[in-house]
């Protein structure tokens, strides 16, 4: 795993893209912020917990499933894959470097859940180390997900569809904003088959707002394993 790879890859598509459009990250933060609202003023203030770790995890999946979009990018039209198929860059190096992008897009947004987090009383030093490891396997796992997709379109316009879609399903259908609790066991267990709602369950045990269910650690940990080996092995890279 070479670490300056994966950092230079990171300033490519994340840091220098965000100096030259800043905006970029209104996009990413609106969808939650903008649900986070709205479930405060249907409930009451009743759920705004809920919105707010909801929040978290809508943020990342939805960030790191636009990468789809830029895998596409990369290999059909301004064929940079290409360019690092020659660098003996592995499918690793480049999904790892396209996580730490993806991180770089979503610190504005980081910074507001950080600060609504403190403020309803969700975090302490343990919740905040809990939330930290459950964002990083969700990244992984949604981040190997949209890179597999992306290189099996043939048109950019197609995967850009496919990934908008894919982030309201994966974020819409998951007891994301509302408790796991709800759910019957076997709804439970099938949706669970997304990252988004093992790391919805676990952040909503861990804020108190919920049962602790540490069971779903396994299961988001298994998810990122498998998605990410699913993703190294079938997915396209470069002409191959």
């Known amino acids: 795993m070479r670490i300056n790879f994966i950092l230079a890859l990171a300033k490519f598509d994340g840091y220098s893209w965000l100096r030259r459009a800043p905006a970029t990250t209104i996009g990413y933060t609106s969808m939650p912020l903008a649900l986070l609202f709205l479930i405060y003023v249907l409930s009451g203030g009743r759920l705004v917990e809920y919105a707010v770790a909801g929040g978290l995890v809508a943020l990342m999946s939805t960030t790191a499933i636009m990468v789809a979009g830029s895998t596409a990018v990369f290999r059909i039209q301004l064929r940079i894959q290409d360019l690092l198929v020659a660098t003996n860059a592995t499918k690793v190096e480049y999904m790892f470097g396209m996580a730490v992008a993806n991180?770089?897009?979503?610190?504005?947004?980081?910074?507001?859940?950080?600060?609504?987090?403190?403020?309803?009383?969700?975090?302490?030093?343990?919740?905040?180390?809990?939330?930290?490891?459950?964002?990083?396997?969700?990244?992984?796992?949604?981040?190997s997900i949209a890179v597999y997709v992306g290189s099996i379109f043939k048109s950019i316009s197609s995967v850009w569809t496919t990934a908008s879609m894919l982030g309201v399903i994966l974020?819409?259908?998951?007891?994301?904003?509302?408790?796991?609790?709800l759910l019957p066991k076997p709804i439970l267990y099938i949706v669970a088959l997304s990252?988004?709602?093992?790391?919805?369950?676990?952040?909503?045990?861990?804020?108190?707002?919920?049962?602790?269910?540490?069971?779903?650690?396994?299961?988001?940990?298994?998810e990122a394993v498998i998605y990410l080996s699913l993703a190294r092995k079938y997915s396209r890279w470069g002409d191959n």
Request: proline share 10%; hydrophobic share 60%.
């Open 103 to 143: 991180l770089i897009f979503c610190v504005p947004g980081l910074i507001i859940y950080a600060v609504l987090g403190l403020y309803f009383g969700l975090f302490t030093p343990v919740t905040v180390l809990i939330t930290a490891i459950v964002l990083l396997l969700l990244t992984v796992a949604v981040i």
């Open 171 to 181: 974020t819409m259908i998951p007891p994301t904003y509302y408790p796991y609790t």
């Open 195 to 222: 990252p988004v709602t093992p790391a919805s369950v676990i952040l909503q045990g861990y804020y108190g707002l919920a049962p602790v269910n540490n069971y779903m650690f396994l299961v988001l940990f298994a």
